[in-house]
């Protein structure tokens, strides 16, 4: 150290924080271990140099540096005592650690004592999702590694869904047409002039409904509505028909991204403003579409 920064020490001197008070005292702490005949002056003075920069020390001992330093120095070797008794039980403690087991003997006692692999994942599912998302999966694997590990009977019964509803949507399309080939037939028989059944019936499209309600939509109503029923997992350019007087989507069972695709093609194809996502049950599904057949109903027989 400087002259100038001894001299600016002696006017002003250092005054430690309580901080530098402990690390001062269990460095002077150490000093007496190994040094058991030197003075407490000596230990603090040497002490000090191991943890304090040279802009942060005492140069001269003071007595009243005594009693912060005895303090501490007496709760340092009370702390020692408490973990010199305690040390047998921590021994005790870190060999019986040992023979705890590990987080894999853990799972495969799991799996070994019975749990399927479904098991195990309920018990420990969510922390991989937690770590791994559905779409990293997907990225990591290929298709057919994926579907080999998904339970067949699931897998099956999922495709044979889809097909039935294929089915079903081309059986209730092929019904329209005919229905609707039948009307016109028997309009132009009958001298309507020209009165089509794209004018006597509004045009409703549905979308998110299962066959059995498909069904039941297209007995009570099959008569009164030019009726088409979109597949939600197979949207596309052509699911919208040309012309429509009203869309019902059905907003429960459809997501935004497939409520985003039909809007998107309503606005495209013109018809916008009919466009309607149903929030309620399938109840008031039916009386919405009965209240548009029966507003068309006289607003044709107004004409």
């Known amino acids: 150290m400087s002259l100038d920064a001894l001299v600016a020490q002696k006017r002003s001197p250092v005054r430690w924080t309580d901080e530098e008070w402990d690390e001062v005292a269990a460095a002077a702490h150490d000093k007496r271990i190994t040094h058991p005949t030197k ?30 330093l005895v303090q501490r ?37 799991l799996v070994d004592g019975g749990l399927t692999d479904e098991e195990v994942l309920v018990f420990f ?22 579907l080999s590990l998904i339970a067949t009977p699931e897998l099956a019964g ?5 097909l039935v509803e294929d089915l079903f949507q081309r059986e209730v399309k092929l019904t329209q047409r005919i229905i ?3 009307v016109t037939s028997g309009d132009a028989h009958n001298g309507r002039h020209g009165k089509t059944a794209e004018t006597s ?10 066959p059995d309600q498909i069904e039941r ?22 699911s919208i028909p040309r012309k429509a007087d009203h869309v019902f989507v059905w907003g429960n069972f459809t997501s935004k991204k497939q ?18 996502v149903h929030l309620g049950g399938f109840k008031g599904l039916v009386e919405k579409i009965e209240q548009l057949c029966g507003a068309f109903k006289e607003h044709q027989a107004a004409r």
């Open 73 to 109: 120095i007496r709760r340092i070797d009370k702390e020692r005592r408490k973990l010199a008794e305690d040390w047998p039980s921590i021994q005790h403690k870190l060999q019986d650690a040992r023979h705890l087991p590990t987080r894999d003997d853990l799972i495969g006692d």
């Open 217 to 238: 939509v297209s007995r009570q109503f099959g008569d009164l509505a030019d009726l088409t029923f979109v597949n939600k997992s197979r949207l596309g350019d052509d």
């Open 180 to 182: 609707q080939h039948n």
């Open 39 to 68: 003075p407490l002056s000596w230990c603090v003075m040497e002490g000090q140099k191991e943890v304090l920069p040279a802009e942060r020390r005492r140069m001269h001992w003071q007595q009243s540096m005594v009693e912060p």
């Open 201 to 210: 019936k509004p045009r409703i499209v549905l979308l998110g409904l299962i």
């Open 158 to 162: 999922c495709a044979v869904q889809r």
């Open 125 to 146: 599912g969510e922390r991989v999702l937690a770590q791994l998302t559905p779409s990293e999966v997907c990225a990591e694997f290929s298709p057919m590694e994926i």
């Open 259 to 276: 409520k985003q695709v039909v809007k998107a093609l309503c606005k495209k194809r013109g018809f916008a403003d009919c466009y309607e």
